[in-house]
């Protein structure tokens, strides 16, 4: 297993733990499918579906290797649905495009985040990105 993957593992760990709250200092077989399903609906509210898809990936696998190891009996994100991570994404769309959607209305903070995780740059506008970098670059 790459470090990268190791740390990406344990950063996904951490943030079950955390929202587990008083349960992440039990016993690893006092964590219910509701507490599961929670943790995921809390991440939900906080990160991009296609990140809570990959820590829900995380933690399936995490519990399925809790019972081989005879830690529980079952794993509570057995019951888990599975998480629409793509296919909901906005077009690419140019930075004038996007000034117009968003005067338009309608869009919640979420949606106008993510349109913009979407922008195309045309290539001038990639060309003066890279001059900016290159102009500000400390160490080549």
């Known amino acids: 297993m790459a470090p990268s993957n190791r740390r990406t593992i344990a950063s996904h760990l951490n943030n079950l733990l955390r929202k587990l709250g008083p349960k992440a200092d039990g016993p690893v077989d006092r964590i219910t499918a509701?507490?599961?399903?929670?943790?995921?609906?809390?991440?939900?509210?906080?990160?991009?579906?296609?990140?809570?898809?990959?820590?829900?990936?995380?933690?399936?696998?995490?519990?399925?290797?809790?019972?081989?190891?005879?830690?529980?009996?079952?794993?509570?994100?057995?019951?888990?649905?599975?998480?629409?991570?793509?296919?909901?994404?906005?077009?690419?769309?140019?930075?004038?495009?996007?000034?117009?959607?968003?005067?338009r209305g309608g869009l919640s903070a979420r949606e106008e985040y993510a349109a913009w995780d979407c922008l195309y740059l045309a290539p001038d506008e990639i060309a003066g990105l890279l001059a900016l970098v290159t102009g500000r670059v400390k160490d080549p």
Not at 49 to 77: D, H, L, M, Y
Not at 92 to 99: A, G, I, K, M, S
């Open 34 to 103: 509701k507490d599961i399903k929670a943790f995921i609906q809390i991440r939900l509210r906080e990160r991009a579906a296609v990140t809570v898809a990959k820590e829900r990936s995380t933690v399936i696998g995490f519990f399925e290797w809790c019972v081989v190891q005879n830690f529980a009996p079952t794993s509570p994100a057995l019951a888990l649905t599975r998480l629409k991570s793509g296919g909901d994404r906005p077009p690419f769309r140019t930075r004038q495009e996007l000034d117009a959607v968003i005067a």
